[in-house]
């Protein structure tokens, strides 16, 4: 998300993400970002909770007007009502990705995934 | 940092996200001054959770079942007033069952048309963005995928973007 954000903004148009793993995006480099503590698959909210989402994207909206230069940093103040064990439980039943299904097999591809070095022909 | 970015993450993920963390150089981060008052704005949303119209090319799931290393890089429009009805979503490492219960738990149109109604923006652009998130392969994502985006959004005088993950 961070490489796009990157391109749309030195295309000139003004940005600012919304990011679950503030650290990592953070990490990217990226001209504006609001951190938020909730679980991912759910970035504004819990379903149906209009009012939570709209302060959630109200709160993301603000830092466009309130910053002054990149690398522009807030953390929303919103607390997820679950704990991450009761979270990551909801989603108990969704397929791990392809990738991990992978590693399973062939567990010494773990280093290339840490490394980026794609491995080309070891699919 | 006060939020834990690793907090909803099993400890696997953690452990990855953070070398991945380690990895990056951030460089010359570019930096776009608003044009106008964000009450004035025209908006547009891009989520990178895999959105696409059921009347659309899917997100080529199988080619990353096939080969692990890769993910769809192409982008889909979602026109403003698309709701969950009328999509799916496709990203394989995140449960899509609460953006498919609820479009704005990932790409809230709804809820910036609720803002530009109190004021807050000026107006949601007529077309919205999706692109598949977990992406390792990223030359297609930067070089084409992206300025190909920005070249819409500019051809809608937009004047703002919001960036929402997966």
Not at chain 1, 23 to 36: D, E, N, S, Y
Not at chain 2, 137 to 164: C, H, N, Y
Request: hydrophobic fraction near 40%.
């Amino acid at each position: 998300m961070g490489l796009v954000q990157r391109v749309l903004e030195a295309g000139g148009i003004p940005t600012v993400a919304l990011s679950m793993i503030p650290a990592l995006t953070r990490a990217v480099g990226v001209p504006r970002l609001a951190g938020i503590s909730y679980p991912m698959g759910q970035p504004l909210g819990r379903p149906h909770d209009a009012d939570g989402q709209r302060a959630v994207l109200r709160a993301t909206l603000d830092l466009l007007a309130t910053a002054s230069g990149p690398d522009s940093y807030v953390e929303l103040p919103f607390e997820w009502p679950e704990s991450p064990a009761r979270a990551r439980n909801a989603s108990r039943n969704f397929p791990p990705p392809p990738i991990v299904e992978l590693l399973k097999r062939k567990p010494w591809l773990l280093a290339n995934l840490y490394t980026g070095r794609i491995p080309h022909g070891e699919g | 940092m006060a939020i834990d970015s690793y907090r909803f993450l099993d400890f696997a993920t953690r452990q990855l996200m953070k070398a991945w963390a380690a990895r990056e150089d951030p460089g010359v981060i570019p930096f776009t001054p608003l044009a106008r008052p964000l009450r004035e704005c025209t908006v547009a949303l891009l989520t990178t959770s895999g959105v696409a119209r059921n009347d659309d090319r899917p997100f080529d799931q199988d080619g990353e079942r096939r080969n692990p290393w890769w993910g769809d890089p192409s982008f889909r429009t979602i026109p403003l007033g698309t709701t969950e009805k009328d999509v799916r979503l496709y990203h394989l490492h995140v449960d899509p069952r609460f953006g498919e219960a609820d479009l704005d738990v990932v790409l809230p149109m709804r809820r910036l048309a609720e803002l530009a109604g109190e004021g807050v923006v000026g107006r949601p652009a007529p077309t919205h963005y999706s692109i598949m998130g977990y992406i390792l392969e990223q030359k297609v994502l930067v070089g084409t995928t992206a300025p190909g985006i920005a070249a819409r959004m500019r051809a809608e005088r937009v004047d703002a973007a919001v960036l929402l993950p997966g």
